[in-house]
């Protein structure tokens, strides 16, 4: 299958960077039950069904208090609305992520403080963090991207000398771990998504909150229904940020299947680790590093090459999926001009904009389809060196 020395394009095989369909075939059952319970019961907001995930995700976690939510984005503005974050506000985060981190800040009028990223991790960068903060800094949001933890001890450190709260983005993280600890209940709040891409996703948009700090946890169940306790009384402004009963139905039925397949992430992870190496590529793609003490359950596999856009589209010609995530930094989005940032303060975030490229890393992705992407990254590199 190796095209590797022969110059040769091995047949075309078609790899897809997600394959949904293979994940929802032997679980298809157990859903279609609990989508007709639900509809048997004509209850689809919150409810019973949001209760027992939100019971069983804080069992998993090893948090006190999990709260459901309508998305991801939507778990980070009302993390950041139930401590009172506002105008005048300074949020320090990583210039490198999904728009929702840095979006959700400036939807709440708070300015975003964008720091650069470790560029082994792509994780933020904690000396970076501490020398941004100032008197008006209110929180810390790491992101745990593509799945790992980013070094939240020097992070924590430097929020709780500057008396503020760390608000875990870990949308892309659940069931990863720092020192053997589940990310999402070491700083006061943690964020997560289960949109469908995630390692576990719902059949649509939802999200989860999650803290150890019980009144926070009140705040947060009081905002997520436009700040009520009492049904048309409102004690303060909160908003719609309800998850509905069907996707906490689904959710409750894949979160038994979420370690298999976090392990077939992993062991995907480290076979595509010894194709590279075994295609003699270890020098000319970096792959992705794990940071001791870490517990990476891959959401993403990203890779840095040479000619990234190059390799992309050769892939790409090869019916191999693959993606960018991201191709630009919050301090070069046109939406954060204001911030007043120009390109090269960041390098970090921006090379690895520049460099680097998402690969297939689906649990049910087979070793012959690795070979197949790797092979194809060979290629792409012999005919666009
Ligand atoms: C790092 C990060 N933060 C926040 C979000 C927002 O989550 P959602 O798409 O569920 O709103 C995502 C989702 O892709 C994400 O990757």
């Known amino acids: 299958m190796s095209a590797s020395g022969t110059g040769q394009a091995a047949a075309t095989m078609q790899v897809p960077m997600l394959d949904l369909q293979a994940q929802y075939r032997p679980i298809r059952d157990a859903v279609l039950d609990v989508v007709t319970r639900v509809c048997d019961s004509q209850r689809f907001i919150m409810g019973p069904e949001v209760e027992g995930m939100e019971r069983e995700m804080a069992a998993y976690l090893g ?222 793609v970096t792959l992705p590093a794990t940071a001791p003490d870490r517990h990476h359950i891959f959401n993403q596999y990203v890779v840095r090459v040479p000619n990234r856009d190059a390799v992309k589209a050769y892939l790409e010609s090869r019916q191999v999926g693959c993606a960018i995530y991201y191709p630009v930094p919050f301090h070069e989005q046109a939406c954060f001009a204001y911030l007043g940032h120009r390109s090269g303060q960041f390098p970090h975030a921006e090379r690895a904009a520049r460099e680097t490229l998402a690969l297939p890393i689906f649990g049910e992705l087979t070793a012959g389809q690795q070979r197949y992407v790797v092979s194809a990254v060979a290629e792409a590199l012999s005919r666009t060196a």
Not at 92 to 98: A, K, L, P
Not at 141 to 161: C, E, F, K, N, T
Not at 221 to 227: E, F, Q
Not at 236 to 249: C, E, P, S, T, Y
Request: proline content about 5%; aromatic content about 8%; charged content about 20%.
């Open 63 to 284: 948090v006190a208090h999990a709260v459901g939510v309508s998305s991801g984005t939507d778990a980070l503005l009302l993390a950041m609305m139930a401590l009172g974050i506002g105008p005048g506000d300074e949020v320090i985060t990583s210039t490198y992520s999904f728009f929702a981190t840095a979006g959700c800040v400036a939807r709440l009028g708070a300015k975003p403080v964008l720091v650069d990223i470790d560029p082994v991790t792509y994780n933020i960068d904690p000396a970076a963090t501490a020398a941004a903060v100032t008197p008006r800094t209110r929180a810390i949001i790491p992101v745990h991207l593509y799945g790992q933890s980013a070094d939240l001890d020097p992070l924590l450190d430097v929020a709780a000398r500057a008396g503020v709260p760390v608000i875990e983005d870990a949308a892309q993280a659940i069931g990863a771990t720092y020192k053997g600890r589940h990310v999402g209940g070491l700083g006061r709040a943690g964020c997560f998504s289960f949109f469908p891409s995630k390692n576990l996703g719902a059949f649509g948009d939802g999200g989860l909150v999650t803290t150890n700090d019980d009144t926070l946890a009140a705040e947060l169940r009081r905002m997520r229904v436009h700040g009520t306790e009492r049904q048309y009384y409102h004690q303060v402004i909160g908003g719609n940020f309800r998850l509905d009963a069907l996707q906490a139905a689904v959710l409750r039925v894949k979160l038994p299947h979420l370690a298999g397949w976090t392990e077939a992430r992993r062991r995907n992870a480290a076979r595509y680790d010894q194709l590279f190496a075994e295609f003699g590529l270890a020098g000319a």
